[in-house]
T-cell receptor
Framework: GAVVSQHPSRVICKSGTSVKIECRSL??????MFWYRQFPKQSLMLMAT?????????EQGVEKDKFLINHASLTLSTLTVTSAHPEDSSFYIC???????????FGSGTRLTVV | DQQVKQNSPSLSVQEGRISILNCDYT??????FLWYKKYPAEGPTFLIS?????DKNEDGRFTVFLNKSAKHLSLHIVPSQPGDSAVYFC???????????????FGKGTKLSVKP
């Protein structure tokens, strides 16, 4: 079945630094990738949608200059949290899909802690 | 405004009994519904889905029921096992104008605890 690999699984960084999270579709070409954020005891909130080769579409309230998304190939999307602050600490999850399986396969998530 | 609601934040069930997780939605355009299971610090794992043209879908111990008129769906797990203890998310999507399925909208989840 479709497998999505997400790295790193957890990262601790200092305030003001940038962190890159990778999301790879291992056995299929993902035309669309989604990035979610989950706060404690809350649902998964969609941050942005990216289609290969084009700019990401960000949800309302998500700063595109802070959360840089690159979907340069059909198997790789990256989320870069720039100038991270403690309030960016969260669990970030990607999902990838094709027009047949529209983003319903999730990565394992990344726990980001900004200190 | 929450389009997908899981009103029970937690549910505790005895092993061997039935677990029933409920989900309500408000958007009548939703036509595809999914249930995910999530352990702490892991990504959601797909469990079962149902299209709006059906009212029931079954896969092993898991059955999803859809009541379109009530805009309600439920996940039944029987018999419940301790390994089923996790957070369960209900999600919904609608078909885009281009014919592809739209973004997933998630409920807030229900934490299921199955006691031995």
């Amino acid at each position: 079945g479709a497998v999505v690999s997400q790295h790193p699984s957890r990262v601790i960084c200092k305030s003001g630094t940038s962190v890159k999270i990778e999301c790879r579709s291992l056995d299929f070409q993902a035309t669309t990738m989604f990035w979610y954020r989950q706060f404690p005891k809350q649902s998964l909130m969609l941050m942005a949608t990216s289609n290969e080769g084009s700019k990401a579409t960000y949800e309302q309230g998500v700063e595109k200059d802070k959360f840089l998304i690159n979907h340069a190939s059909l198997t790789l999307s990256t989320l870069t949290v720039t100038s991270a602050h403690p309030e960016d600490s969260s669990f970030y999850i990607c999902s990838a899909g094709t027009h047949l399986n529209y983003g319903y396969t999730f990565g394992s998530g990344t726990r980001l802690t900004v200190v | 405004d929450q389009q997908v609601k899981q009103n029970s934040p937690s549910l505790s069930v005895q092993e061997g009994r039935i677990s029933i997780l409920n989900c309500d939605y408000t958007n009548s355009m939703f036509d595809y519904f999914l249930w995910y299971k999530k352990y702490p610090a892991e990504g959601p794992t797909f469990l079962i889905s149902i299209s709006s043209i059906k009212d029931k879908n079954e896969d092993g111990r898991f059955t999803v029921f859809l009541n379109k008129s009530a805009k309600h769906l439920s996940l039944h797990i029987v018999p419940s096992q301790p390994g089923d203890s996790a957070v369960y998310f209900c999600a919904a999507s609608a078909m885009n104008y281009g014919g592809s399925q739209g973004n997933l909208i998630f409920g807030k989840g229900t934490k299921l605890s199955v006691k031995p």
